[in-house]
């Protein structure tokens, strides 16, 4: 447990910080018309992404997603005894973050739902709800003609999420030639995570997390806007934002494992490279956090 502490602690402070500022600008969002449209948000959701990676990594290796922990399990770089610990600690990251912006919004949020005429626990009150968790259609954008059922917002959030730990793959692979510098790797994948958001949110607010979606939905949930929150005015939040997700970021481990990684791994052969990767352990990630330490005393 102690050569897990900073692990645990990364991931969990990693999360927090990018559903605190994620969440926090689609609140701004609804309650003050803070942007003029889906691409900031999605923007700022992206800065969070990279803030969190470059805040973290030193401790865990900022996997901030439980998908994304998953699909390390499962392409060979994580060991399968460290992801309770992983999702776990993302789990309370989320919601610290939603109960964050519960405490600081708790009064905007009341004043606005006054103004619109919102009763909290009502199904209008998915209008504010949406800060916490997602809706499929987004009810921030959704036409009237709009309708969305379950197994379109479950592919879309499995597409989505999907592309996002393929990317993550593919940035971060040895044998990938034309990945960026370990050091700016972090923008990219926040880069990823703006240019889903913009495409898919439309659908299904683009959660792409399961401890993104649950940690603050619970928190909704709790503070009064029970089933709107849980299981959501169409039901299926489980397997839309949590399932969906999680399945398909086991689905693009097996695909890079299976089919990429073979691909690469044998043209680096052909090029004299060698490459690889191999799971990461309770001990090397104490090594790493034994030699920040180390690195702030000097």
Known sequence: MKRLGPA???????????????????????????????VQVAVIWGLGVTLAIYATRHLSCAHLNPA??????????MEPRLLPWYVGSQLLGGIAAGTALQLLFSV??????????????????????????????NPGMAQPWLKIDIGTAALAEATGTFMLLTMIFLLTEGCNVGRPADGVSPVFIGGTVTVIISVLAPLTQAGLNPA??????????????????????????????????LLAGAAAAAFFRLVVAPLMQARAMQLGCLCGT?????????????????????
């Open 8 to 38: 645990c602690f990364g991931e969990f402070l990693g999360v927090f910080i990018l559903v605190f500022f994620g969440i926090g600008a689609v609140a701004a969002a609804v309650l003050f018309n803070a942007f003029s449209g889906l």
């Open 68 to 77: 994304v922990s998953l699909g390390m399990v499962l392409a060979g770089r």
């Open 108 to 137: 905007p949020i009341a004043q606005y739902e006054v103004a619109n005429s919102i009763v909290r626990g009502a199904p209008e009150s998915v209008r504010t709800a949406m800060m916490f968790g997602e809706y499929f259609p």
């Open 212 to 245: 993104r979606d649950f940690g603050p939905r619970l928190v909704a949930y709790l503070s009064g806007w029970g089933s709107i929150a849980i299981p959501g005015p169409n039901g299926g939040f489980f397997v839309v934002y949590i399932a969906a997700p």
């Open 278 to 298: 191999r799971p990461v352990g309770a001990v090397e990630i104490a090594a790493v956090s034994a030699e920040a330490v180390r690195s702030a005393a000097k």
